[in-house]
């Protein structure tokens, strides 16, 4: 059977980013469309694993390991000055899986949401600290390829509003980036 690690981006302790208006955060959003995915995976006869990150950071990539998945995907929203909008996804910049699960990913976010295509970003564990790095040592140190998704800027209400109002259309989407993947 399939095998699919869902990383809820950030935590109930450390929300991530959050909209200001309507106090949504990076976490509440991707924990209800996490389920959405879980449970559109099940019915495929995927079998989903959603990963919470209840330890630091640097121990993700171990907790998403010991679900021996075979791709991981890792839910995030982007923010900025409350106007900017658009979707990116990120892959480890020398895993050519990694990137043509992004690209995957990608493609159907884009045509599902219909914001600007902010396209394909690599990231570089050795750029830490720097531009280049965003998640890369959790794309780094999976097993499997792994992906960041940030399909929206969840402070931007209008992106936001979208994505809430769509949100069981995007969960179909990455359903079916993932089942085009291991097409």
Do not use: W
Request: aromatic share 8%.
């Amino acid at each position: 059977m399939k095998k699919v690690a869902l990383i809820i981006g950030h935590n109930e302790a450390s929300q991530g980013a959050s909209n200001k208006n309507s106090g949504v955060s990076e976490f509440m959003f991707n924990e209800t469309l996490a389920m959405k995915i879980a449970d559109l995976l099940v019915a495929s006869g995927i079998r989903p694993f959603v990963v919470y990150r209840d330890g630091t950071y640097e121990e993700l990539p171990a907790h998403v390991n010991l679900t021996e998945a075979d791709i991981a995907i890792s839910l995030h929203c982007n923010a900025f000055n409350k106007k900017q909008n658009g979707s990116e996804t990120l892959y480890y910049v020398k895993s050519k899986n990694g990137k043509r699960l992004a690209g995957l990913i990608q493609n159907e976010i884009v045509k599902c949401l219909r914001l600007h295509d902010r396209g394909l970003k690599p990231c570089n564990v050795a750029h830490e600290g720097k531009a280049g790095d965003r998640g890369g040592h959790l794309l780094k140190y999976t097993d499997m390829p792994c992906a960041i998704a940030e399909p929206f800027f969840i402070d931007c209400d209008k992106s936001l509003a979208l994505a809430q109002n769509k949100i069981d259309e995007l969960a179909k989407a990455y359903v079916s980036a993932i089942i085009r993947y291991y097409n």
